[in-house]
């Protein structure tokens, strides 16, 4: 069984970062893409970034310049750098990740999210 389990969020005022962290645990053989997806009330679910394997990245036009995408290949582990955060950032969070496991099979699993709140 694979996990991924996020963290770093929270309230933080307009201007403020925050850094989202997120571990894929369990029966994790490989890993392809991760990512970071939110969705804020009453919207649908959007990109944020993602990063692949061999650290190519994709940005969400309105994050581009803020946001930083990177990921820990040892530790199974991708992070969100957020600077010059909005209100318009508030949302909750969510990992995504294309994994390998000892199934095998490869699959998409997502985190439970994690909420951010970015206050003017």
């Known amino acids: 069984q694979v996990q991924l389990v996020e963290s770093g969020g929270g309230l933080v005022q307009a201007g403020g970062s925050l850094k989202l962290s997120c571990v894929a645990s369990?029966?994790?053989?490989?890993?392809?893409?991760m990512g970071w997806y939110r969705q804020a009330p009453g919207k649908q679910r959007e990109l944020v970034a993602t990063?692949?394997?061999?650290?190519?990245?994709n940005y969400e036009d309105s994050v581009k310049g803020r946001f930083t995408i990177s990921r820990d290949n040892a530790k199974n582990t991708v992070y969100l750098q957020m600077n010059n955060m909005e209100p318009e950032d508030t949302a909750v969070y969510y990992c995504?990740?294309?994994?390998?496991?000892?199934?095998?099979?490869?699959?998409?699993?997502w985190g439970r999210g994690t909420q951010v709140t970015v206050s003017s």
């Open positions: 995504n990740a294309y994994i390998l496991s000892r199934s095998p099979m490869w699959s998409d699993y």
């Open positions: 369990g029966s994790v053989r490989g890993i392809n893409r």
């Open positions: 990063t692949t394997s061999s650290g190519t990245t």
